[in-house]
């Protein structure tokens, strides 16, 4: 399974940005996608997941502010993030995980929210 992240970019603080993670693997639809990140110096960690059934979960700072979606028609998982704070600034990657088929990690894509 490869997973590709885009959609990184420099914002200002309450800007927005769409993260996108396209998968080549078939049976996309039966994996749990999540996005993490990771901030210099800092621990990489969960921002939020979808199930093959839909149920989401976030972290509390991704709480009202991001948003994560799925399309398994086009393989891809998608990250909405609005309302950035500087300390969102980090390198945002997509993981993929099915108990039987093993997990996957994205090379990541850089955030940068300054002003």
């Known amino acids: 399974v490869q997973l590709v992240e885009s959609g990184g970019d420099s914002v200002q603080p309450g800007g927005s940005l769409r993260l996108s993670c396209a998968a080549s693997a078939t049976m996309f639809e039966i994996y749990t996608m999540e996005w993490h990140r990771q901030a210099p110096g800092r621990q990489r960690e969960l921002v939020a997941g979808?199930?093959?059934?839909?149920?989401?979960n976030y972290a509390d700072f991704a709480q009202g502010r991001f948003s994560i979606s799925r399309d398994n028609n086009k393989n891809t998982v998608y990250l909405q993030m609005n309302s950035l704070k500087p300390e969102d600034t980090a390198i945002y990657y997509c993981r993929a995980d099915e108990h039987v088929l093993g997990d996957y990690w994205g090379q990541g894509t850089q955030v940068t929210v300054s002003s």
């Open positions: 979808i199930s093959n059934s839909g149920n989401t």
